[in-house]
């Protein structure tokens, strides 16, 4: 990927952040996108250090297209059209369905879904104006296939369950066009978003009771690591896989097959 010009969001904390430096080792340009800019910039920082030509850290919130279009415009200025894209932002909010209220329900959506089809499509529009291939990969989760036993999971359930579908409709909209468009879908991984929702107080003892939950619920017994998934996004992003397209590559310990194995 030496000299390919990478775009992530949500870069600035975990999958995104360990994506964005797995690229810069292999001598990518980096634009670092996240809600908090000065995480964005560390990790530009950081993608340099590892071996980036260039990086810049953006601020960008990929629910608001104005936003998006900034972010695309300040990123061609710095390192060139990107032409590898992972739209990975997201948030997760839980709660029971009756309990859901509207507007957290739109922000989850409004980020998860509305927010890759922007990313997206902004991307595209690029890479169609200019002629160039790429390669684009989408976040998904385990939830867009399979629920889960915690609940209140409803809201991200359905963005993620959208992320799916939408790749696998843009992918062969944009095949002819030599644009893979493939998602990635990462179990429960090592990340600031595995205790969203938690007090300071709880999020040390809540992530160890996941790592002891995982020993049993998830068939590799573990957590995964997010240079674990980030090592199936680069492969993604960069011609190793360039007869993949449509496909949602699961990275989730066994958890998918074990869930299946129960009807």
């Known amino acids: 990927m030496r000299n390919e010009r990478v775009l992530v969001t949500g870069g600035g904390s975990g999958i995104g952040r360990a994506v964005a ?3 810069a080792h292999r001598g990518a340009k980096l634009a670092v996108v996240d809600t908090d800019a000065e995480a964005a910039a560390d990790v530009a920082s950081s993608a340099i250090a590892a071996g ?4 810049v850290g953006l601020w960008c919130d ?3 297209e104005s936003s998006v279009s900034k972010a695309y415009d300040r990123a061609s200025e710095a390192i060139g059209v990107p032409s590898r894209i992972f739209a990975n932002a997201g948030i997760e909010v839980n709660a029971q369905l009756h309990e859901f209220e509207p507007e957290s329900w739109r922000r989850v959506l409004d980020v998860n879904l509305v927010g890759t089809f922007l990313t997206c499509r902004e991307g595209l529009r690029r890479l169609v104006e200019t002629a160039s291939p790429g390669s684009i990969v989408c976040t998904s989760s385990p939830s867009a296939f399979v629920g889960f036993a915690g609940g209140g999971n409803s809201a991200y359930a359905a963005s993620k369950g959208g992320v799916s ?3 696998r409709a843009a992918a062969l909209d944009y095949a002819p066009l ?6 990635v ?4 991984t090592d990340t600031p978003m595995l205790v969203t929702g938690a007090t300071e107080e709880e999020r040390a003892t809540g992530r160890d009771q996941i790592r002891i939950a995982a020993r049993t619920q998830i068939p590799l017994g573990r957590l995964a690591r997010a240079a674990e998934i980030a090592a199936a996004v680069v492969w993604l992003l960069s011609d190793e896989s360039s007869y993949v397209t449509g496909s949602n590559l699961v990275c989730d310990g066994g958890l998918m097959a074990k869930s ?3 009807f």
């Not at 980036?52 to 990086?55: I, Q, T, V, Y």
């Open 178 to 183: 030599g644009i893979r468009v493939n998602a």
């Open 21 to 23: 430096l797995a690229c």
């Open 52 to 55: 980036a030509p260039r990086a």
């Open 260 to 262: 299946a194995n129960t």
């Open 165 to 167: 579908a939408f790749v």
């Open 62 to 64: 990929v629910s608001s």
């Open 185 to 188: 879908v990462p179990g429960a």
